[in-house]
C-alpha cells in the first residue's frame, strides 16, 4: 500500500471522525445549554405572570380596605388622646372590679412618648381579666412592662392579686405623601 492510499484511508476516516467529535458534540452541549436557558425563561415567564396577578388581587384588596384604613387614621387621633386612654383604662378597671390608680411618668423631654405606670389590686379572676382585656384590647397603647403578685391577705383569708406596669403612647408619624394613580399621570412630560 502506498503512502497516498494510506494518506487518503486516514483522512477518508479523519475528517467525518473530527466533524463528529468537533461539531456535532459541541452542537448538542450548546442545544441543552439553550433548552435549560429556555425552561428557565419559561419559568420565570410564570413567575412574572403569577407576581403580576398578586400585585392585581392585592391593589383590589387594598381599594376595598382603604375606606376602613381610612376612617382608622382618622380615630386614630382620639384613640392616643392621653386622657381618653386613661379614661378607658380607668372604666375597664371600674367594670371589673380592680382598685386601680395612674400616674404621669413622662419627662419634659420634647421626643419623649407620653408614658404612665399603674398599680392596682383585685382577686386573682378579676386582675388576670383586666390584664388579658389590655394586652388584647382596643386601648392602642404599648404597655412594656407588668408584673403580678399573688398574696394571701391574712385578715381575710382571700388570696389577692397585685400588679404593676408601665404603658406609653406611641407617637403616630405623618402619613408619606402618595404618587398619584398612574393614568393621572401627564404623558405630555415623558420622552
Known sequence: MSWRKLLFWVLFLAVPFGFIKWGVV???ERR???????????????????MSQERDQLEVLWEEFR???DLELISLGTNLNPILLQNRVL??????GVELTIHNRTSNDEGALPTYSFSGSASPWQAHEFLRYLERGDHRARFRSVTLVY???KQ??????YFSGEFSIPEVP?????APPVDE????DIG
Not at 91 to 96: F, K, N, T
Open 26 to 28: 459541541p452542537l448538542k
Open 32 to 50: 441543552s445549554e439553550a433548552v435549560v436557558l429556555q425552561q428557565n425563561a419559561e419559568k420565570q415567564a410564570m413567575m412574572n405572570t403569577r
Open 67 to 69: 375606606p376602613q384604613a
Open 91 to 96: 372604666d375597664l378597671a371600674r367594670r371589673l
Open 151 to 153: 398574696n394571701k391577705v
Open 156 to 161: 381575710t383569708g382571700k388570696q389577692m392579686a
Open 174 to 178: 405623618d402619613a408619606p405623601e402618595t
Open 185 to 188: 399621570l401627564n404623558t405630555e
